[in-house]
């Protein structure tokens, strides 16, 4: 196998903004800002919308919208009837 091609594959927290939900798992991506856990440690933190957490799918939740770039809006008035 050829060395140095593949990226890192560290330790990350990924942070639902919409639930506050954080898991820590193993990831290739990486970021500036940092979290620390209950364990102590310092992680980087990679911050979502929408996870397992917070979706309506997973949550049971079915009045429950998660629309923050208004691409509802966007499609409304896009193909409104004239």
Known sequence: MKKDIH???NEVVFLDMASNHKFLTRSTMSS???ITLEDGKTYPVIKIEVSSA???FYTGAKNMLLDTAGRVEKFNQRYKKK
């Open 7 to 9: 990226p890192e594959y």
């Open 32 to 34: 500036r800002e940092t």
């Open 54 to 56: 917070s979706h309506p």
